[in-house]
């Protein structure tokens, strides 16, 4: 079974400093790695997403991940936060059940912005 | 529009009652998809419905009932609710069934079971 860890539970930064979110995913054939986002009391947004090709991805909202297939790790990235960006994160692999598509998700991680 | 919607959003309930969560997709998507998110919040996949068919039940117990009347729709109902049925309850939908097709999350539900 695949799974997600996400190596930080809360991560404090101050408004347009750079940050890093950690994702590792256990090892598979196929991977296909997608970031969410939830803002407080909101249902989740899909940020950026990995399915093949250049592992550099790019998303909304001015993030980026890196899909490293030798480190097993799909890091995500902004290079100047805003308070807006105050919301949990989550990593997500896919994992394929008899056919169907079910997301698998890490512990999340709390981003918090502080002025 | 809102592509997923689901309601309501706020349930509270007693112990032991009977309790249902409504969840529409209007994407035209053919995949549906109940998850639960505790206190903690971890999400983990309940249940996924493909043309109106159980594709994904992950050992869920049987209290809990999913329906799907149509494409559109999938419903989840609860018997005999318990302490540790509090929790979010996301519903969400896909077009198809393969990994590569990102799947749209509705709101949620606050399920709290006093």
């Known amino acids: 079974a695949q799974s997600v860890t996400q190596l930080d539970s809360q991560v404090p930064v101050f408004e347009e400093a750079p940050v890093e979110l950690r994702c590792n995913y256990s090892?598979?054939?196929?991977?296909?790695l997608f970031w969410y986002v939830q803002y407080p009391n909101q249902g989740l947004q899909l940020l950026l997403k990995?399915?093949?090709?250049?592992?550099l991805v790019k998303g909304i909202n001015g993030f980026e991940a890196e899909f490293n297939k030798s480190q097993t790790s799909f890091h995500l990235r902004k290079p100047s936060v805003h308070i807006s960006d105050t919301a949990e994160y989550f990593c997500?692999?896919?994992?394929?059940?008899?056919?169907?598509?079910?997301?698998?998700f890490g512990q999340g991680t709390r981003l918090t912005i502080n002025p | 529009d809102t592509a997923v919607s689901q309601t309501p959003k706020y349930l509270v309930t007693q112990m032991g009652n009977d309790k249902s969560i409504k969840c529409e997709q209007n994407?035209?998507?053919?995949?549906m998809y109940w998850y639960k998110q505790d206190s903690k919040k971890f999400l983990k996949i309940m249940f996924s419905?493909?043309?109106?068919?159980?594709?994904i039940n992950e050992t869920v117990p049987n209290r809990f009932s999913p329906k799907s009347p149509d494409k559109a729709h999938l419903n989840l109902h609860i018997n005999s609710l318990e302490l540790g049925d509090s929790a979010v309850y996301f519903c969400?939908?896909?077009?198809?069934?393969?990994?590569?097709?990102?799947?749209?999350f509705g709101p949620g539900t606050r399920l709290t079971v006093l």
């Open positions: 969400a939908s896909s077009q198809g069934t393969g990994p590569r097709g990102e799947q749209f």
């Open positions: 090892s598979s054939v196929s991977v296909y």
């Open positions: 994407l035209g998507h053919d995949t």
């Open positions: 997500a692999v896919t994992e394929i059940i008899q056919g169907a598509q079910k997301l698998v």
């Open positions: 419905y493909n043309n109106k068919e159980l594709i």
């Open positions: 990995y399915l093949s090709g250049s592992t």
